[in-house]
């Protein structure tokens, strides 16, 4: 079974400064790796996805993330935080079995302090 | 840009009541699912949806949920005898039935049972 664990429930920054979410996920085929933004009491966004073509995804907003198989990790940066980047972070993966289900990790919720 | 869609955005019922909640999927799609997110936690798979029958469940989807198919568009997810541990918001996806794709959300229904 594919998992996908994020480290800190909470992060908190300064406007400017880096963003660094992680995840690591649990799989013993090559994942497919997704991040979702989601802001108060609305839906869920597709920030970027990890398909195999490169390791280092680029998605909206000015995220990235990189996919590192050593360390079966797929964290979330951004450069420089935004006030507009405070959200819920949701790390994602499909299961390759069945019904190709996509399992979220828990969550970060990420603050940004101006 | 195909999207899917859900109605209603939010839905207050009274305990013991039967709700239904509408998505219409992207047209082209095959795999459809239902999640649930309790305020404030993780995003949980309930159910997928495949040719026509249910592809797998958890075990959160238990005798008091259903998903049909009715007409070829729409995709619902009854709730017999809602109880107050219902209230959570509930996503809709699909996906076009590759796993190298991400799954399709909706905006959520915010069900609230009082």
């Known amino acids: 079974a594919q998992s996908v664990t994020q480290l800190g429930s909470h992060v908190s920054v300064s406007e400017g400064a880096l963003v660094l979410l992680r995840c690591n996920y649990s799989?013993?085929?090559?994942?497919?790796l997704f991040w979702y933004v989601q802001y108060p009491n609305q839906g869920l966004q597709l920030l970027l996805k990890?398909?195999?073509?490169?390791?280092l995804v680029k998605g909206i907003n000015g995220f990235e993330a990189e996919f590192k198989k050593s360390e079966t990790s797929f964290h979330l940066t951004k450069p420089s935080a935004h006030m507009s980047d405070a959200a819920e972070y949701f790390c994602?993966?499909?299961?390759?079995?069945?019904?190709?289900?996509?399992?979220f990790g828990a969550g970060t919720r990420l603050f940004v302090k101006a | 840009e195909p999207e899917v869609t859900q109605t209603p955005s939010h839905q207050v019922t009274q305990m013991g009541q039967e709700v239904i909640l509408r998505c219409v999927p992207i047209?082209?799609?095959?795999?459809f699912y239902w999640y649930r997110q309790i305020l404030g936690q993780k995003v949980e798979f309930l159910v997928s949806?495949?040719?026509?029958?249910?592809?797998?469940k958890s075990e959160i989807f238990d005798d008091q949920f259903s998903v049909e198919r009715p007409d070829g568009s729409n995709f619902t997810l009854k709730i017999r005898s809602t109880k107050l541990e219902d209230s959570a918001m509930y996503f809709c996806?699909?996906?076009?039935?590759?796993?190298?794709?991400?799954?399709?959300f909706g905006q959520g229904t915010r069900l609230t049972v009082v």
């Open positions: 994602a993966v499909i299961e390759n079995t069945g019904g190709f289900k996509t399992i």
């Open positions: 799989s013993s085929v090559p994942p497919y």
């Open positions: 990890y398909t195999s073509a490169a390791t």
């Open positions: 047209s082209n799609h095959l795999y």
């Open positions: 949806f495949y040719n026509n029958e249910i592809s797998e």
């Open positions: 996806a699909s996906i076009p039935g590759t796993m190298n794709t991400e799954a399709f």
